[in-house]
Nanobody, 124 residues
């Protein structure tokens, strides 16, 4: 059983930066492919970024490429999402997720564990 807790969300202005963190416990963190997803009001949960167990393979949603950076610190059981140049359309609840699988890592249903989410609101 794995527990994931996101932190770092809040209210920001367009163009600002924010770093989200996801702290994991209850499992061997280095065994999991980690992902970030987000869900805006009235929309489906969507893939944002993912990173492999060793940090070598990284994937991003097209609209966040060049602005967001996913990273992990296995020794600290933590995955991060650095968000730069934030836009109003980035407003959503951001969720951290963990998967034992290497396949389908951009798909919600692939992930075994989810955090509670942290709200990021970007205002003009």
């Amino acid at each position: 059983q794995v527990q994931l807790v996101e932190s770092g969300g809040g209210l920001v202005q367009a163009g600002d930066s924010r770093r989200l963190a996801c702290a994991a416990s209850g499992g061997t963190f280095s065994r999991y492919f980690m992902g970030w997803f987000r869900q805006a009001p009235g929309k489906e949960r969507e893939f944002v970024a993912a990173i492999s167990q060793d940090g070598v393979n990284i994937y991003y949603k097209e609209s966040v490429k060049g602005r967001f950076t996913i990273s992990r610190a296995n020794a600290q059981n933590t995955v991060y999402l650095q968000m730069n140049s934030l836009k109003p359309e980035d407003t959503a609840v951001y969720y951290c997720a963990a998967s034992l699988r290497d396949m389908g890592v951009m798909t919600v249903r692939t992930y075994d564990y989810w955090g509670q989410g942290t709200q990021v609101t970007v205002q003009v």
